[in-house]
């Protein structure tokens, strides 16, 4: 799952100057509470983090050791507090998961996108292999994660799919409580692709009835079960 999938950037003056501001912000309040946002597998993690220090443009945080975690993983973390009239996406410089520390760098105004969407949207976890049915034939490619009305197939190849083109597509789930296949089939339309280089992100929207959008639920809430769990071993 792509960081800069999740947000989007709201610069005030230029990157320098809202980084100067940000950073002046954060010396003068040095008890200030914070809250970080992280995103790993698409879960949503937030806790709040204490300033250790602030020197020289970084940022030295005490963290809880979850979000440490996945700040490794994204090297990135999103911060909110009162004092910001945006949101601030930083990025790590240093993270140690057992001590709970972390060190941040380049600070930017943004706004948290992710968080407008209508429903989490989760990683899957081994990317099935997914064929998408086009005018001009199969397309094959791998589901990399998925909504209750969204998902995002990445294809190695350039393909001739243009915006809003109507695709029906299929694929299969695990089923983990049961440790079986879900055979997925659903119209599908194309909203967005992005990608300088290849495989590139088709990123599809659909509606499910109600017998897939129950399929999916299940699905989704398990994977959110399985990707905590995850986090809790990998910390422990």
Known sequence: MNITDLYSTRIQKTFDDDQAEIVSILKANPKAALKLISYYKGLPLSYPAKIVSIDRGTLDLDVQAEQAFAIEKSRSVFIRSPLFKHDVFAQAQFVNIKKKAASFVKFSYVEIMAERRNFIRVATESQPNTAITSPLGLIEGQLADISLSGMNIVIQHSVPLEI????????????????????????????????????????????PDRSLERQLSQYIFQRQIEIIKEIKDAIE
Do not use: H, M, W
């Not at 049961?178 to 990123?203: E, F």
């Open 164 to 207: 809003d083109c109507e695709a029906p597509t299929s694929f299969k789930l695990r089923n983990i409580e049961q440790g079986l296949s879900l055979t997925i089939n659903t119209p599908a339309r194309l909203v967005n692709i992005t990608g300088d280089k290849l495989p590139r992100n088709y990123k599809f929207t659909f509606n």
